[in-house]
């Protein structure tokens, strides 16, 4: 073979394997963990450095965990849904995330880490009652849907409504979600979060007044911005309350 030919046909290997390569490292599952590493690290850093709600020992539970808000739902699928376990219901992540999911109660509770804390539900009332909550972080759920760079704020849909026909909802943005206390709560106590409490999953944001910890939530959008369709971010805001409710 002349040498022009055969640097030729050596440079077409050499292409080849690195066609090879290519394929290989974009297939591989442990590139793909290393590439998505900062991006996981980025989502996790919206929540550092927020304050933190006081936490509390079992000593100082509530012997009753007061209920607030709206009548639990009536219709046939939430009755069917408590009557059964919650078997059907799922909790759906949509909108601006690269990898829109629906979870079941059994995946929220086996799927992602536990955490449990004991916290203070302040209402805007004026009562406060001291519960146990338990469940995955909020942050954890939505990071593994992927949040797009174009995502700001998280919406909260929700079951229960006011007996108009207009459903409870609230929102946070993309930073209070993954607050490290944010929670998509499923026990109460170390039970079953009640129907009257907001069963199957109810948002725990215990650094905020408790309109903003919405109940029996069915899916959660990630969107751009509030306002249109999405009001002044929650049902209690529309009526004139503080979006942001800290307390």
């Given amino acids: 073979m002349r040498r022009g030919g055969f640097l030729a046909f050596a440079a077409a290997g050499m292409l080849a394997g690195c066609g090879r390569l290519g394929d290989t490292l974009t297939e591989s599952p442990l590139i793909h963990r290393i590439l998505a590493a900062p991006e996981r690290l980025d989502l996790a850093l919206l929540g550092a450095g927020q304050p933190l709600a006081r936490e509390y020992t079992a000593r100082d539970l509530s012997p009753v965990f007061r209920r607030n808000g709206f009548d639990p739902p009536s219709d046939e699928r939430y009755v069917h849904w408590s009557r059964s376990g919650w ?12 990898r829109p999911q629906s979870f079941s109660l059994y995946e ?12 203070r539900h302040d209402c805007v009332e004026g009562w406060s009652v001291i519960g146990k909550w338990s469940g995955p972080r909020l942050g954890d759920v939505l990071s593994v849907c992927r949040p797009t760079p174009r995502a700001k704020f998280v919406v909260f849909h ?3 409504d006011d007996n108009q026909g207009t459903r409870y909802y609230e929102s946070l943005d993309l930073r209070q979600a993954y607050h490290p206390q944010a929670l998509l709560a499923y026990a109460l106590n170390d039970q079953p ?4 409490n907001g069963a199957p999953i109810r948002l725990k944001v215990p650094t905020q007044l408790g309109y903003k910890s919405a109940k029996y939530v069915q899916a959660i959008e990630l969107v751009p911005s509030l306002g249109g369709a999405y009001g002044n971010g929650g049902y209690w805001e529309d009526q004139g309350y503080e979006w942001y409710a800290g307390v």
């Fill in 108 to 119: 929220l509770r086996n799927r992602f880490a536990r955490r449990d804390q004991i916290t």
């Fill in 193 to 196: 979060v009640p129907v009257e």
């Fill in 87 to 98: 078997l059907g219901y799922r909790l759906f992540v949509r909108g601006l995330v690269e």
């Fill in 158 to 160: 929700c079951m229960d």
